[in-house]
């Protein structure tokens, strides 16, 4: 079935690195993403990792991905207040180029002085 | 470059009113996506178009149509409006050229039903 989960909420020292982990169900999966929305924004997309991908580096972010124990990460380095957001993991299952988009339930990173 | 626009941005309506939602996807994206995000959730899915015809769909109630344009806007039509119904509602766009990475997602219209 198509499920991905986060943990609710982080909290980070400013200038620490923050690390979101997010699981997955659909091995089908072919593309997974992060997604970052501020407070009473739309949804924007960070990053986006392919399947048969191990690691991704943009910048302060790095996505890794574990494709057999289905598990996504987004670190976040030198973190900062700007950071301060709801991150959502997202896939999309199957291999269609129409396929929509899944959402987990989102992480709440909050940044501490 | 341009992006995704929805409108309007904040609509209020009664229960039992009927709303409607527009979506103007980036130009040449031929799919477009609809989703709903209630307050502290994560947005679900409720129906995709592509070429015009509905492609996939999700949690959309009955209460809710969709249909895609010749100019390839989208618009969501909601009756009976319920206060459940008050939510962040999101279009997104993307193009088979552009592959699965190529959504970009519109800043929403927040609906509120009183």
């Known amino acids: 079935g198509e499920d991905v989960e986060q943990s609710l909420f982080l909290s980070v020292r400013e200038g620490d690195s923050s690390v979101i982990n997010c699981t997955y169900t659909?091995?089908?999966?072919?593309?997974l993403y992060w997604y970052k929305q501020e407070p009473g924004a739309g949804l924007q997309l960070l990053t986006y990792i392919f399947s048969n991908m191990d690691m991704k580096q943009d910048q302060r972010l790095t996505v890794l991905l574990n494709k057999k124990d289905k598990h996504l990460s987004l670190r976040i380095a030198d973190t900062q207040t700007g950071d301060s957001a709801i991150y959502f993991c997202?896939?999309?299952?199957?291999?269609?180029?129409?396929?929509?988009?899944?959402f987990g339930s989102g992480t709440r990173l909050s940044i501490r002085p | 470059a341009a992006g995704v626009i929805q409108s309007p941005r904040h609509l209020i309506k009664e229960k039992r009113e009927t709303a409607t939602l527009k979506c103007y996807p980036i130009?040449?994206?031929?799919?477009v996506y609809w989703y709903q995000q209630g307050p502290g959730q994560d947005p679900q899915f409720l129906i995709s178009?592509?070429?015009?015809?509905?492609?996939d769909k999700g949690s959309i109630p009955d209460r809710f149509s969709a249909q895609q344009f010749s100019d390839y806007h989208s618009e969501l039509n909601m009756s009976s409006l319920e206060l459940g119904d008050s939510a962040l509602y999101f279009c997104?766009?993307?193009?088979?050229?552009?592959?699965?990475?190529?959504?970009?997602f519109g800043s929403g219209t927040r609906l509120t039903v009183v």
């Open positions: 130009p040449r994206h031929d799919t």
């Open positions: 997104a766009s993307s193009s088979p050229a552009t592959g699965n990475y190529g959504y970009t």
């Open positions: 659909d091995s089908s999966s072919t593309y």
């Open positions: 178009f592509y070429e015009k015809m509905q492609s």
């Open positions: 997202a896939e999309t299952p199957g291999y269609s180029s129409a396929s929509k988009i899944i």
